[in-house]
T-cell receptor
């Protein structure tokens, strides 16, 4: 069964600093991987997805993630944090089609310090 | 026009009551889901339907009964509500299957509080 592990339930960075949110996956087949963002009292919004094309994936709001098979990782980065980035971030994995849905990590709460 | 819409957004009710949440998607997707998000923000799949057929039924108490009248609608009825049912319930849809990447489109959630 596929799963994802997000290291750090809370990450705090200063405004303008690099954002790095970690995600490692476990999958028996080449995975599709996703990052979602959840702002307070809202639903989840897709940031970006990896579907076995380019290993460096660019998403919305200046975020990007790199798929590294050798490290089974899909870490999310943003060069310069903005106050509006404060939210909950979820990494998720899909085994590749079907109606099984996505398996989500436990989430990382990103705090931006002024 | 909202892609995945669910109602109501908030429910506050007493233990033992019955409540329903409705979900509709206008994306033309074949598959719809219910996820539960607990107080620690953990998301867990409850059910999935593909073209009105139940596909996934996770270990959820049988007090929870989904119903899909057509592929654009998926409702959730909960009987005999318990304190532990308090959570945010998310509806989602996807174009799963051949050619689909499994990307989920979420509604805004329905926050259920059981007193």
């Amino acid at each position: 069964a596929q799963s994802v592990t997000q290291l750090g339930s809370h990450v705090s960075v200063s405004e303008g600093a690099l954002v790095l949110l970690r995600c490692n996956y476990s999958s028996s087949v080449p995975p599709y991987l996703f990052w979602y963002v959840q702002y307070p009292n809202q639903g989840l919004q897709l940031l970006l997805k990896y579907t076995s094309a380019a290993t460096l994936v660019k998403g919305i709001n200046g975020f990007e993630a790199e798929f590294k098979k050798s490290e089974t990782s899909f870490h999310l980065t943003k060069p310069s944090a903005h106050m509006s980035d404060a939210a909950e971030y979820f990494c998720a994995v899909d085994s590749g089609g079907g109606a099984d849905g996505l398996t989500f990590g436990k989430g990382t709460h990103l705090i931006i310090q002024p | 026009d909202t892609a995945v819409s669910q109602t109501p957004k908030y429910l506050v009710t007493q233990m033992g009551n019955d409540k329903s949440i409705k979900c509709e998607q206008n994306l033309g997707h074949d598959t719809m889901y219910w996820y539960k998000q607990d107080s620690k923000k953990f998301l867990k799949i409850m059910f999935s339907y593909n073209n009105k057929e139940l596909i996934i039924n996770e270990t959820v108490p049988n007090r929870f009964s989904p119903k899909s009248p057509d592929k654009a609608h998926l409702n959730l009825h909960i009987n005999s509500l318990e304190l532990g049912d308090s959570a945010v319930y998310f509806c989602a849809s996807s174009q799963a299957g051949t050619g689909g990447t499994g990307e989920l489109f979420f509604g805004e959630g329905s926050r259920l509080t059981v007193l």
